[in-house]
């Protein structure tokens, strides 16, 4: 078969995302990391030795350099022919070494041939062909580019967002938590979706993104003790990298005491709930959760959206954003929003509280006890 078959035979079964429609910039990362996990089982001495046949699909030299065994590049190897050159003729220990030399040539570069033909393939049938087509030769297809000018034309072509773009990507950035997705799966998928929107010309929104973070976790009212901590703190140490480890750590612990509660509380009904039961129990529990989270949504964001503006047309140029609330405590919740007249708490209002919602008293014993077990 030959050693640029055995390459590609081995690189076979390494899975490549099909990218429906226009391959945006997060496909394209995405197609790119794929190819590389393909690319770095191979193994070579070139470029380092140290990350196989990566170099050859990274965005630019210095990509490779930094992370090369002593900054040593990738080359794209020529072919040594059949036969080495200038062989000694005099010394034969010396000519020895000569040939064993080349055919060591001969087998870096056809397995960089094999791992080149490999890639391209992969991003080649990753994509709908009419990404392609103007680069495309009639006469070798694509067997004339490299792994790496496939990628950049797919970004130059592709990559790129429109006014139509930029809007969906900032209101999927915005969209309000709904506090079932893990704080560190939220700050990961708008940090990709922010990467989107400043390689699109718009600046990154750390200030904005804190002050929504901190709303959502408010309003759930099971953060309180630790945002009445984070407030205590100095403004330059509530940032939103400092909030995104804080709040991912009261999480875990929260996610840790529930589970442990509910093994707990289900020990006394393991012998008369059937498998199915339970499932459709945990079933409707979640459909009520959904149904309650989407019926608040809009209203929420709305009025953060409201609350927002009024606080940004308000901010003096110059001055340290204010990242936490400006409204009065409630006297009967103890929390802070806008109309205390309107509080959950009032049993006038009952028709307006959520199916998840909870007095303030269950939810501050549920904290104490937390605090008291931890």
Same mark, same amino acid.
């Given at each position: 078969?030959?050693?640029?078959q055995?390459?590609e035979d081995?690189?076979k079964?390494?899975?490549?995302?099909t990218?429906?429609?226009q391959?945006?910039?997060?496909?394209?990362?995405?197609?790119?990391? *794929?190819? &590389?996990?393909?690319?770095?089982?191979?193994?070579t001495?070139?470029?380092g030795?140290?990350?196989g046949?990566?170099?050859?699909?990274?965005?630019?030299?210095?990509?490779?350099t930094a992370i090369?065994?002593?900054?040593?590049?990738?080359?794209i190897?020529?072919?040594?022919?059949?036969?080495?050159?200038? +062989?000694?003729a005099?010394?034969?220990v010396?000519?020895?070494r000569?040939?064993?030399?080349?055919?060591?040539?001969?087998?870096?570069?056809?397995m960089?041939?094999g791992?080149?033909?490999?890639?391209?393939k992969?991003?080649?049938?990753?994509v709908?062909?009419?990404?392609?087509s103007?680069?495309?030769?009639p006469? +070798?297809?694509?067997? $004339?580019?490299?792994?790496?000018?496939l990628?950049?034309?797919l970004?130059? &072509?592709?990559?790129?967002?429109?006014?139509i773009?930029?809007?969906?990507?900032?209101?999927e950035?915005?969209?309000?938590?709904?506090q079932?997705?893990?704080?560190?799966?939220?700050?990961?998928?708008?940090?990709?979706?922010?990467?989107?929107?400043?390689?699109?010309?718009?600046?990154?929104?750390?200030?904005?993104?804190?002050?929504l973070?901190?709303?959502?976790?408010?309003?759930t009212?099971?953060?309180?003790?630790a945002?009445?901590?984070?407030?205590?703190?100095?403004?330059?140490?509530?940032?939103?990298?400092e909030?995104r480890i804080?709040?991912?750590?009261?999480f875990?612990?929260?996610?840790?005491?529930?589970k442990?509660?509910?093994?707990?509380?289900?020990?006394?009904?393991a012998?008369?709930?059937?498998?199915? *039961?339970?499932?459709?129990?945990?079933a409707?529990?979640?459909?009520?959760f959904?149904?309650a &989270?989407t019926?608040?949504?809009?209203?929420?964001?709305?009025?953060m959206?409201?609350m927002?503006?009024k606080?940004?047309?308000?901010?003096q140029?110059?001055?340290?954003?204010?990242?936490?609330?400006?409204?009065q405590k409630?006297p009967?919740?103890?929390?802070? $929003?806008?109309? $205390?007249?309107d509080?959950?708490?009032?049993?006038?209002?009952?028709?307006?509280?959520?199916?998840?919602?909870?007095p303030?008293?269950?939810?501050?014993?549920?904290?104490? *006890?937390?605090?008291k077990?931890?």
């Amino acid at each position: 078969m030959g050693i640029k078959q055995d390459v590609e035979d081995s690189l076979k079964d390494y899975p490549i995302t099909t990218i429906d429609g226009q391959p945006d910039e997060e496909a394209l990362s995405k197609l790119r990391l *794929e190819s &590389v996990e393909g690319l770095a089982s191979i193994p070579t001495l070139n470029g380092g030795g140290g990350h196989g046949h990566i170099g050859m699909i990274l965005v630019s030299d210095a990509d490779y350099t930094a992370i090369s065994r002593n900054g040593a590049p990738c080359e794209i190897f020529d072919n040594p022919g059949p036969y080495p050159e200038n +062989v000694d003729a005099t010394d034969a220990v010396n000519r020895e070494r000569q040939v064993a030399e080349h055919k060591g040539e001969i087998k870096e570069y056809e397995m960089q041939l094999g791992a080149m033909s490999w890639a391209r393939k992969a991003i080649v049938g990753a994509v709908d062909e009419c990404w392609l087509s103007e680069i495309k030769s009639p006469h +070798v297809g694509f067997n $004339h580019l490299t792994p790496f000018e496939l990628l950049t034309h797919l970004e130059t &072509v592709g990559a790129q967002l429109d006014f139509i773009d930029v809007t969906e990507l900032q209101a999927e950035l915005f969209a309000p938590w709904d506090q079932v997705e893990a704080p560190t799966s939220l700050f990961e998928r708008q940090d990709r979706i922010e990467k989107q929107l400043v390689n699109a010309g718009i600046p990154a929104q750390a200030e904005l993104r804190l002050a929504l973070a901190r709303t959502w976790f408010e309003q759930t009212g099971e953060y309180d003790i630790a945002l009445a901590k984070w407030d205590t703190l100095p403004a330059a140490n509530r940032t939103l990298p400092e909030f995104r480890i804080m709040i991912q750590a009261v999480f875990s612990k929260r996610t840790k005491r529930d589970k442990q509660t509910a093994r707990g509380a289900g020990r006394g009904l393991a012998n008369n709930v059937t498998a199915e *039961e339970e499932a459709e129990i945990q079933a409707m529990a979640m459909a009520e959760f959904v149904n309650a &989270v989407t019926a608040q949504s809009s209203a929420q964001m709305e009025k953060m959206m409201q609350m927002f503006e009024k606080a940004m047309s308000a901010k003096q140029p110059g001055t340290t954003p204010n990242t936490t609330f400006t409204h009065q405590k409630c006297p009967h919740c103890q929390r802070r $929003h806008p109309k $205390h007249d309107d509080c959950w708490e009032l049993e006038k209002n009952a028709s307006k509280r959520p199916k998840n919602w909870k007095p303030v008293a269950e939810r501050k014993k549920k904290q104490e *006890e937390t605090v008291k077990n931890e």
